[in-house]
């Protein structure tokens, strides 16, 4: 099993940045894939970032260029830099990883237990 602890959230002004932290623990030894969603009230939750092993990074357009993903494989620890931050990323945040994205694999998706950002003056 795969335990996901996201924190790093909280208020901010628009313009200012904060970096989301996901940490793992459980019985794995590496971490292939990981993502960022967020789910603002009343919306669908959608992806904004995603990592996978090898080097592919995609990002929700609304994001690029002010959000960067990152890790530290030996930390199970996944980061998302939020900078120039809009109202509208107002939102709570998870952290995801995908089946299978694990060694060893699970065949189902981990989360987190979310994170709330808000984005105000």
């Known amino acids: 099993q795969v335990h996901l602890v996201e924190s790093g959230g909280g208020l901010v002004q628009p313009g200012g940045s904060l970096r989301l932290s996901c940490v793992a623990s459980g019985s794995i030894s590496n971490i292939y894939a990981m993502t960022w969603y967020r789910q603002a009230p009343g919306k669908q939750r959608e992806l904004v970032a995603r990592f996978v092993s090898g080097g592919r990074i995609d990002y929700l357009d609304s994001v690029k260029g002010r959000f960067t993903i990152s890790g530290d494989t030996a930390k199970k620890t996944g980061y998302l830099q939020m900078n120039s931050l809009k109202p509208e990323d107002t939102a709570v945040y998870y952290c995801?990883?995908?089946?299978?994205?694990?060694?060893?694999?699970?065949?189902?998706?981990?989360w987190g237990q979310g994170t709330l950002v808000t984005v105000s003056s």
């Open positions: 995801n990883i995908p089946k299978g994205s694990t060694y060893p694999r699970f065949g189902y998706d981990f």
